[in-house]
C-alpha cells in the first residue's frame, strides 16, 4: 500500500470507530428518553428550533463548499481550493457561533445545565462532542489550506480532510431530529 492510500485508509478506521462512539450515544439518548415518560421537551420552535436548522443549513452548506475544494484540488486548482477550504471554515465557525449561542439560552434562560437533569447531562454531552469534532475539523481544514496555499498536500489529502467533514456533517444530520425534532414543545 502506498502512503497516500494508507492516509485515506487511516482517516476511514478512524471515522468508523467514531462513528460507533456517536451511535452508541444516540442509542443511549434515544432510550433514555423513550424510558421516561416525562423526558423534557425544552426545545420551542423560537428560538432552539430556528437556530438549529439555521446550524443545519450552515453545516450542509459547509459540506458543499467542502466538495468544492476536493475538486478544485483535483483540477490542480490550488487557489480555488483554498478559497473554498476558508469558506468551509467560515461555516464551521459559524455553527459554533449559533450553537454556542444556543447554549447560552438554554442555560441563561431556560435553566437547562449539564448538571440540572438527565437531559441536560445528555443533550450538551452529546451535542458537545459534536461541536468538538466540528473544533478539531477546522484546525484540520486549517492545517490543509495552509498547506495547499505552501504549494504542499495532495488531491488526496484534500480528500481526506473531505472525508472527516462529511462525517461530522453526517452525524449532525441524526443529531438533529433525534436530539432537537424530538424535543419540541407541544
Keep these: 500500500m502506498n502512503p497516500a ?18 451511535a452508541t450515544l444516540l442509542v443511549i439518548y434515544t432510550a ?18 430556528v437556530y ?7 453545516l450542509l452548506a ?16 490550488r487557489k480555488r481550493a483554498v ?8 461555516g464551521g465557525a ?8 444556543e447554549w447560552r439560552h438554554l442555560i441563561q434562560i431556560d435553566k437547562i445545565t449539564p448538571a440540572s437533569s438527565l437531559f441536560g447531562s ?13 473544533a478539531a475539523g477546522l484546525i484540520y481544514l486549517t492545517v490543509l489550506a495552509t498547506g495547499v496555499a505552501r504549494g504542499k498536500f495532495s488531491a488526496e489529502d484534500i480528500e481526506t ?9 453526517l452525524v449532525w444530520m441524526f443529531v438533529f431530529p433525534l436530539v432537537y425534532l424530538m424535543a419540541v414543545k407541544p
Excluded at 438549529?52 to 450552515?58: D, L, S
Excluded at 459540506?63 to 483540477?75: F, H, I, Q, Y
Excluded at 459559524?94 to 449561542?101: M, Q, V, Y
Design 94 to 101: 459559524s455553527f459554533i457561533a449559533l450553537h454556542l449561542t
Design 62 to 77: 459547509s459540506s458543499l463548499t467542502m466538495v468544492w475544494a476536493v475538486d478544485a484540488m483535483g483540477k490542480n486548482d
Design 52 to 58: 438549529a436548522t439555521i446550524m443545519t443549513i450552515v
Design 32 to 49: 433514555l428518553r423513550l424510558a421516561n415518560p416525562d423526558w423534557p421537551k425544552p426545545f420551542a420552535l423560537s428560538p432552539s428550533i
Design 122 to 134: 445528555v443533550f450538551f454531552g452529546v451535542t458537545g462532542l459534536h461541536m468538538a469534532h466540528v
Design 83 to 90: 478559497q473554498w477550504l476558508l469558506a468551509t471554515i467560515l
Design 161 to 169: 480532510g473531505g472525508l472527516y467533514w462529511h462525517f461530522v456533517d
Design 5 to 22: 492510500g494508507a492516509k485515506t485508509l487511516g482517516m476511514w478506521l478512524f471515522v468508523l470507530s467514531d462513528l460507533l462512539t456517536f
